[in-house]
């Protein structure tokens, strides 16, 4: 069976920058990643370079910035009043999670000064160049839940979890 749209994959990656930094090994940290093809759950370009492949294929893959987090926007980073952290300790290279326009975004605090801290919402690996190093393990059909929810479940999941007005 082939990587194609309504199909679970399970795969090993190592993802390193251009330098050859390692970022994020699945394998080392003994935890392999599932998707749901086809429903926005990886980077497009990584879906791409994954369509038609089997379990066993290994391949490397790089994103350009523009396929991956995008480019850095220098528009977003900018000055907040100190008062906006409530006396919390904040300090450079801290991160932190927090509700964006669009959801969810990771803030990088850049500088602290007495009145005004300096923060960047870019995501910490835009302007990038990525490289990926992939190896799939396992290729099946979804199942009418995960369709329905647009990820994998946990195996064993009771489809009657899932509304009947959800199912495609």
């Known amino acids: 069976m082939t990587i194609a749209p309504q199909r679970?994959?399970?795969?090993?990656?190592v993802l390193s920058d251009?330098?050859?930094?390692?970022l994020d090994d699945s394998r080392a940290r003994g935890q392999s990643l599932e998707y749901l093809h086809g429903h926005g759950n990886l980077m497009a370009g990584l879906e791409r370079a994954?369509?038609?492949q089997g379990a066993g294929a290994q391949l490397s893959v790089t994103l350009m910035p523009a396929?991956?987090?995008?480019?850095?926007d220098e528009a977003l980073v900018r000055e907040v009043g100190r008062h906006a952290f409530r006396g919390a300790e904040v300090a450079p290279g801290m991160r932190?999670?927090?509700?964006?326009?669009?959801?969810p975004e990771i803030v990088t605090v850049l500088e602290v000064r007495d009145?005004?801290?300096v923060i960047?919402?870019?995501h910490p690996l835009a302007g990038q160049t990525l490289r990926y190093r992939?190896?799939?393990l396992d290729v099946r059909e979804a199942t009418r839940a995960e369709l329905a929810k647009g990820h994998p479940l946990p195996p064993g999941t009771d489809p009657g979890e899932v509304e009947d007005k959800k199912m495609p």
């Open 8 to 13: 679970v994959v399970t795969l090993h990656y």
């Open 18 to 22: 251009q330098h050859g930094t390692v």
């Open 50 to 52: 994954l369509a038609g």
């Open 67 to 72: 396929e991956a987090y995008g480019l850095r």
């Open 96 to 103: 932190f999670q927090t509700p964006g326009d669009d959801g």
């Open 115 to 117: 009145d005004a801290v």
């Open 120 to 122: 960047d919402t870019n």
């Open 134 to 136: 992939l190896e799939i």
